[in-house]
């Protein structure tokens, strides 16, 4: 009986190139998508601030127009045209 | 051999020849090369990464908010808006006659001065400051080459007139430039900050830098010790009563004798601050604070005062008031009615001038002068506004029989309304002179307290006792038959006090005949005084006697302030006070 000798195939070397290349065309793809959502969020950011920063100039002018429109001057006029008059005192009830 | 030997030495002459020309080129080339990477690296590389910089990085440059200024209540009555300004890049414009053109339609604008400036060599210009929104609506969709919009801060004043003289008014660089705007303007002016974003191709900019933005220091709110609504009532009463008597202008002053707390100060005629560029300086001034005039017969009653707290006479005594007529060397004094002998609270009920007069040769110009000065006549109050006036108050010793004489009855002296208001109040008060003041606290953007402002006594000018029987007399000055009838308040007992003063006219370097300025001081409730009340119409027409026109206008702030500040009536009816003078006070107070 002849002892068949085990022939070793060589291993392959492309194998953990493959790897190493898949790897780092992955590794390439996670760090630019990371890079991407970076400055996607920046923007984000800016306009979100930018908003921010409208919605208080916004307020600022309905502040603006609310105290406008609580002017007494204008209370006195709209009063005037509907027949009110300032009271005195003998329209005063003082309570006990 | 032979051939080739000597051809030899000439063909690496000339391989030798084009090796040398090929170096020398390469290395003139490659020295270009390195000369123009030595010139972009080094020599001009700090020039190069600013340009560069410039290209993906873009400066914000944020101006502080100005503070806000409320009233006691919190009511805005000067607020910061953000407005849009449009300017220009005239180097970036290509075609400055086109651009000029279409600019000058979307604002309405003449064509010149626009042409000029975006024809200048300048690197920047304003073409309108805070532009209207439908002006900058309207450029903005023209979409112009080197036209740009910047976000300015802009101060407006919501209640437009109201209390304007007071809080003053800004330029349009957003500095104070009169009333308080001017006096608290490093308070409200804030610390402007700069900070840097990067912006991609597109210009859109991208907030990705971990950097802490610099703290923004915006300007302090200033709370107000005016109340809007008795400023406004102050105002309204002052102005009908300028237009009925066809007046050049009139000043109230409303104030907390207590504290010294100014509630209103009011002026006519009124201004917008909104537009401020529209009226004249004199219109614009606090002329309660920096105007000076003769304060007529409202000045007895510091000579009322200053007669009691001498110990020289009671309110009983008794001067004779020569029937109307009283020379004094060459000058003589005139009552308007003629009276005989009158008691010192007749004197200022009548308000006598032969009477005052002859309190003031009783009690001595020394201790008279001691005691106007006393009152702060002659000082200025200190007040927390600009351009105050001291008034005029001459040292006794410089005080001619005829300024002594004149001084009695509040001619040849001069104050300032809030002077007057002030004094006045320390007669409210007590006797206790309080330093006025305006402005009650400042907080931050938050809201939260940076300072607060107490009220500031600044001395006895005369014993409680004096106060009030002084009160009392003044009582009786708007009861029936006293000048002030028409400052009497239904309901309230109201102390006052009526002043008419010929105006000086310094062409003819004496008192105008027919130029006048009618006063009327007081307070009430006259026994728990709340408000202090002080009128001056200046030039009145038809009629210019303080009670006739001065003294309607103290009764109309004083009854509906009273209203507002929810006072109660202390007089029910008329039936429940019964007796000497207070009856008088009841009577008048309910036919007035």
Redesign the interface.
Known sequence: MTRRKAVRKPRSTLTPWLLLIVFFVAELLVFSWCRVQ??Q???D??QV?QERRQLI?LH??L???E??L????RI?RLAQKRGLV?????H?V?LP | MKDYRKKKPDATKWIRFRIVVVATILTLCFGVIIGRAVQLQVLEQSELSERAAGEYKKAFHNMPRRGTIYDQNYAELAVSIDVSSICAYPKRISSPKQTTSLLARALNLKQGPILKKLSSDKGFVWIKRHAKPNQVSAVRKLKLDGVDFVTESRRFYPMKTLAAQVIGFCGTDGKGLEGLEYYYDPFLSGQESRWTVFKDALGRSFDVEAVALPEIKDGCNVILTIDKNIQHIAEQALSETVETFSAESGVAVVMVPETGAVLAIAHVPRFNPNTFGQYEPWVRRNRAITDSFEPGSTFKIFLAAAALESGLCTPDSRFECEEGRYKIGNNVVHDVHAYGALSLRDILKYSSNIGATKIGEKIGSAYFCDKIRAFGFGTRTGVDCPGESPGSVLPHEHWSDMDAMAICFGQGISMSALQLAVAVCATANDGVLMKPYLVQAMTDRQGRLVKSFRPTRLRRVISIETARILARMLERVVAKGGTGLKAAVRGYRVAGKTGTAQKVDPEARGYARNKHTAVFAGFVPARDPAVVILVVIDEPKKHHYGGVVAAPVFRQIAQESLQYLKIPPELATPQEETGGSVRASVEATWTG
Do not use: C, F, L, N
């Open positions: 970076y400055v969020t920046g923007y950011i800016d601030k100039a600022h002018e502040q603006v127009e105290a406008r609580r002017s007494p001057e006195r300032m009271p005195d005192s003998s005063v003082v």
